[in-house]
């Protein structure tokens, strides 16, 4: 919870902006290699683009999917309205 409470950086540069998703990339990579078991959590580069998840939200998610099991995932995949009402 720590995290969330320090999370005051600005994030409206498009260059921070461009790091941010570049890091959502890399980390979903790794994170979430199997897609189509996490439609959900694939879709948050779309959800960013239409302006649905900001970019603190995104700079928050960066921070807590590496950290996240497989059983977490696939929680937070199948509540995902939840999990970004939270975020």
Do not use: C, H, W
């Not at 320090?6 to 994170?31: H, I, K, M, Y």
């Not at 960013?48 to 497989?70: F, G, H, Q």
């Amino acid at each position: 919870m720590g995290f969330i409470m320090q999370n005051d950086d600005d994030v409206s540069a498009p260059a921070v902006q461009r790091v941010l998703r570049e890091t959502f990339e890399t980390v979903a990579n790794e994170t979430i290699a199997r897609a189509s078991l996490f439609p959900n959590f694939s879709s948050i580069p779309q959800l960013v683009e239409r302006k649905s998840v900001t970019y603190k939200e995104l700079a928050l998610i960066n921070d807590l999917m590496p950290n996240l099991s497989d059983d977490g995932l696939i929680k937070l995949e199948g509540d995902f309205k939840v999990f970004l009402e939270v975020i």
